[in-house]
């Protein structure tokens, strides 16, 4: 199976500044119709994990501008521009382009 | 708006069978897309564990091919897991989940844990 592999795993932020977490493949996601199956997930307490990019860099319908997607081959990366109280959650990618679709430990983001 | 929700024992003896069910509102699981379960737990982290096309072809990972059972039931719009000779391990918590294919989790429900012991 693929080895997803974030970094760091907890995120101490404070608010109103960046925060950037990496996911690392341990194989390429380009699939072979050239499409990268990789995306990013919140969890909450008490909500549903909920989508917030997908295929790398699309963001879902809904989540905050303030969060962008990028990376390619093996190397990902979610950035929150500036980080507000109600992004506290740990953030999981998730590859699907090989079978079966793996992911990463996860990336708590708390408050400093 | 999609809504999926897990309901199902907290608790299951071990070598019992661990049922659960996903309700889905918002949309006919006939319709389209696969429909799946992910466990979490702190020693394995998120693991996908299987789905079924609402087509009824059914797919699970090979640690658990033995042992689990998905299926759907069309007239009620719900889904169910079934995992046969639980053990402590399994003690984790169940999300169903919608995807898209290739993995595209788009839609999951809360989340029900699931504790092994006797």
């Known amino acids: 199976d693929v080895v997803m592999t974030q970094s760091p795993l907890s995120l101490p932020v404070t608010l109103g500044q960046p925060a950037s977490i990496s996911c690392r493949s341990s194989q390429s996601l380009v699939s072979s119709d050239g499409t990268t199956y990789l995306n990013w997930y919140q969890f909450r307490p008490g909500q549903s994990p909920r989508r917030l990019i997908y295929k790398v860099s699309n963001r879902d319908s809904g989540v905050p501008d303030r969060f962008s997607g990028s990376g390619s081959g093996t190397d990902f990366t979610l950035k929150i521009s500036r980080v507000e109280a109600e992004d506290v959650g740990v953030y999981h990618c998730m590859q699907g382009t090989h079978w079966p679709g793996t992911f990463g430990q996860g990336t708590k983001v708390e408050v400093k | 708006q999609v809504q999926l929700q897990e309901s199902g024992p907290g608790l299951v003896k071990p070598s019992e069978t661990l049922s659960l069910t996903c309700a889905v509102s918002?949309?006919?699981?006939?319709?389209?897309?696969?429909w799946g379960w992910v466990r979490q737990s702190p020693e394995k982290g998120l693991e996908w564990m299987g789905s079924i096309h609402h087509g009824g072809s059914t797919y699970y990972i090979p640690s658990l091919k033995s042992r689990l059972t998905i299926s759907m039931d069309t007239s009620k719009n719900q889904y169910s897991l079934k995992l046969s000779s639980v053990t402590a391990a399994d003690t984790a918590t169940y999300y169903c989940?919608?995807?898209?294919?290739?993995?595209?989790?788009?839609?999951w429900g809360q989340g029900t844990l699931v504790t092994v012991s006797s």
């Open positions: 989940a919608r995807d898209q294919g290739y993995f595209d989790i788009d839609n």
């Open positions: 918002g949309y006919s699981i006939s319709s389209g897309y696969y």
